[in-house]
């Protein structure tokens, strides 16, 4: 049962946005547990034991910043800790959450400047590459990329972003928001020399909202001392200290820390490896749906398919939001709308997190069953295709 639900509806909603994903009763029986002490000897011994289990998952030996906070509000972070007004940025306009980061920068008082895409793809790094090559100067202090652009299920790749910055010979920062990739998707914040990994607790990290994480290099902890840009809550610095023996500046969500710790358990025992391949196999599954059904899907290049979100475009003439409205009153199913320019053109399968075989093909089926209920043009058979390919039969 839904804690709250305006209409009575049987059986389990299915939460097939991407992100807030679907919370494991694993970690939510964890969150049920009475809130310690944030200052007792056992909650320092819980932190210690909980970091090196964090930074397995972000791939990084260097510290991880916790904030009681949403994924925004680590965007923000991560600016305002190693860069100073004024600062030019170089970004890519991948989609919507792109767009937002770029508008929370120029609030922040830096100078974006802005590789535009058509939002079919991730970013380029050969364009990353030509502008810190023409950048003789460096005045742009930060390359800004999303990873996994929740928007349109375009993944950039990240270690080709690395080295086009390193192939110009550029000391630019690397700032990568993995908010809806981490847990989701390989992701290697010290191999790939990403100086500051943004992430947040409601994608693939399996928990509900609340908590945002920057990773934090040798590189980026030198910017934030050579920082003007005002900030205290935020300040890297004392929490950083703080962790050393397992305690926090102020108070931290302890709770939601007992869920953290369990959904590291969770994919460590799984292996990253393995959860990375899991999602892979759904969501060419789901691509596979799509096509039969004779849909397209929003991003063109197969390099940048998203193993966490599949966004699909509706003919000309059909709404998407209607469909998701279908949907739910029909088979009490949420599905991703469009953001943007994306609104009514897309709706989005999130297809991440805590989820296995069976749940993606009830949700396939129920995307099926409502292109039909509400008469968008397509082509049955669609689960039948994404079974057989789960099955090895495709
Ligand atoms: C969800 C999301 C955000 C915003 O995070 P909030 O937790 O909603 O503040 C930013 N970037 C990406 C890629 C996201 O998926």
Partial sequence: MAYYQSKPVSGRHFLQIPG???TPDRVLRAMDNPTMDHRGPDFGAFVLQLQPKLRQVFRTAGPVVIYPGSGTGAWEAALANTLSPGDRVLMSETGWFAHLWQELAQKLGLKPELIETDWRRGADPAAIGAVLAGDKAHVIKAVCVVHNETSTGATSRIAEVRAAIDAAKHPALLLVDTISGLGSLD???????????????????????GLGFNAVSAKALAACEASTMPRSYWDW???????????FPSTPATNLLYGLDAACDMLLEEGLENVFARHDRYAEATRRAVRHWG????VEDPRHYSSVVTAVRLPEGHS??????????????????????LNDRVFRIGHLGDFGPLQLVGTLG??????????????????????GYLNGNA
Wanted: aromatic share 4%; net charge positive.
């Fill in 187 to 209: 992701y290697r914040h010290d191999e790939w020399g990403v100086d500051v990994t943004i992430a947040g607790s409601q994608k693939g990290m399996m928990l509900p909202p």
């Fill in 295 to 298: 849909l397209e899907i929003q």
């Fill in 320 to 341: 998407a939001n209607a469909l998701r409205t279908t949907i739910l009153d029909k088979f009490n199913m949420s599905l991703g709308n469009g953001l943007g320019r």
């Fill in 20 to 22: 807030p994903s679907n």
């Fill in 237 to 247: 610095r004392p929490q950083i200290a703080s962790n050393k023996t397992g305690y």
């Fill in 366 to 387: 129920g995307v099926e069953m409502g292109l039909a209920a509400a008469g968008v043009p397509h082509k049955p058979g669609g689960v039948v295709a994404a079974m």
